[in-house]
């Protein structure tokens, strides 16, 4: 640390060579002057901890000096040097703050010398007081960001829940009629002479009415996967590690979740960006990470490992758990859209069809594999560049 600079100012040259012989060898380093204008000029460019000045002084008299030096550097602490008889300006001038203190003149060498260390200590304590409230003005302003971030956060899941239960909501509705369109035109096709030409005018119509149904349910699926959602597909260099720390992150704040699951998180450090959408990566490992959990709910050890890893040209996402597995009848059918074993409310069937068709909209390739009461694994392939 440089050693703190305290200016003198006198008029009197015979004063300050005696200042200056006084306090050669203290440990602060001594500037002086002869005015206050002088003082001034220097305070433009230099930090000074204490000014001591003459009150009587030709060109401008201390008290005045002092107010500018107040102005010009509020920090620095101000000593006036006065004869006997200046008692009642002196007063106030301690008294609204202007002096710190004033040394009787003729003054002793002594009593300057403690007064100038004393002074320096009370800039040393101010100094701290000033770096501790802007490290606790820092301080609160990390916490006020992170409340804020944790009640965004809360938020978006409150929002989530309510949205996901909407969702299934919609989706069990358009299932059961989805479904019996699919039924009644396969009977109505049996009923149908296709010898006779209006009977297969009507197996036309018949064709064009499940063909509308089949769209349905695939606009159903684009809606739920966003693929239709021109912005969603735009990309960008994401950090596919970042997004799924965020998604943990959220996660913890699951009630299902956040006491329960152990994680097992294993993200290779070197991967190379992906080229994206933020949003669907998130979308992807969010309905995995959701679909694990939601396994494990009876299970008695819940861990969830989430893993990428570089292989080559791809990036390989892996979610695991250890839950409740998939029976082999149903393996085949996990990614059907409106495929669910979850209650109303709680499933819609969409989200493994709407991850498989973003997975594939990126050109890659998603595998599932399943032991009943040990565990699934689901593996994402995503192309690089
Ligand atoms: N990790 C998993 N463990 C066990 N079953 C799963 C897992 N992931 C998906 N499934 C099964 O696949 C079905 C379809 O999943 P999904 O398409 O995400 O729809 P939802 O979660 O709404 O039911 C689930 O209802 C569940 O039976
Ligand atoms: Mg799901």
């Not at 009642?88 to 003149?105: D, H, M, T, W």
């Not at 695991?320 to 149903?330: A, F, H, K, L, V």
């Amino acid at each position: 640390m440089t050693a703190p600079t305290v200016v003198f100012v006198d008029n009197d040259t015979e004063t300050l060579t005696l200042v200056s012989r006084l306090l050669h060898n203290q440990p602060f380093n001594c500037v002086l002057f002869e005015s206050g204008p002088a003082t001034l000029e220097y305070l433009r460019d230099h930090s000074v901890h204490a000014v001591v000045s003459d009150l009587r002084m030709p060109e401008m008299d201390g008290l005045e000096l002092l107010k500018r030096v107040q102005q010009q550097q509020p920090e620095t602490i101000r000593v006036v040097l006065s004869g006997f008889g200046d008692h009642e300006v002196l007063f106030e001038a301690i008294n609204s703050g202007l002096v710190y203190r004033y040394i009787p003149k003729p003054w002793d060498a002594v009593e300057l010398i403690s007064v100038v260390k004393q002074s320096l200590d009370l800039y040393a304590l101010r100094n701290r007081q000033r770096e501790l409230t802007k490290e606790l003005e820092l301080r609160n302003q990390e916490l006020e960001r992170r409340v804020e971030e944790r009640t965004e956060q809360l938020m978006a899941i409150e929002k989530e829940a309510e949205l996901g239960k909407y969702a299934s909501q919609i989706v069990h509705g358009l299932k059961a009629p989805l479904q019996s369109i699919g039924g009644a035109i396969l009977v109505a096709n049996l009923l149908l002479d296709e010898s006779d030409p209006i009977h297969l005018e009507l197996k036309h119509c018949l064709d064009s009415v499940l063909d509308s149904a089949g769209e349905l349910q695939k606009a159903i699926v684009g809606i739920m996967s966003h693929t239709t959602d021109e912005s969603f597909m735009r990309k960008a260099a994401i950090d596919i590690n970042e997004i799924i720390r965020r998604e943990i992150d959220f996660f913890k704040l699951d009630d299902d979740y956040k006491h329960h699951v152990e994680r097992n998180v294993v993200l290779d450090p070197e991967r190379p960006p992906l080229q994206g959408n933020a949003l669907q990566i998130k979308q992807i490992t969010d309905n995995l990470i959701k679909n694990a959990i939601d396994a494990m709910a009876d299970a008695e050890r819940k861990v969830l490992t989430v893993s990428t890893a570089q292989k080559g040209n791809w990036i390989q996402l892996s979610v695991s758990d250890t839950g409740r597995g998939i029976p082999e009848d149903n393996l085949a059918r996990v990614f059907s859209p409106f495929f669910t074993t979850k209650p109303l409310g709680k499933g819609t069937g969409i989200g493994l069809a709407s991850v498989r068709k973003m997975v594939e909209a990126y050109g890659g390739s998603i595998s599932i594999e399943s032991t009943v009461g040990v565990g699934t694994t689901v593996t994402v392939n995503l192309p690089l560049g």
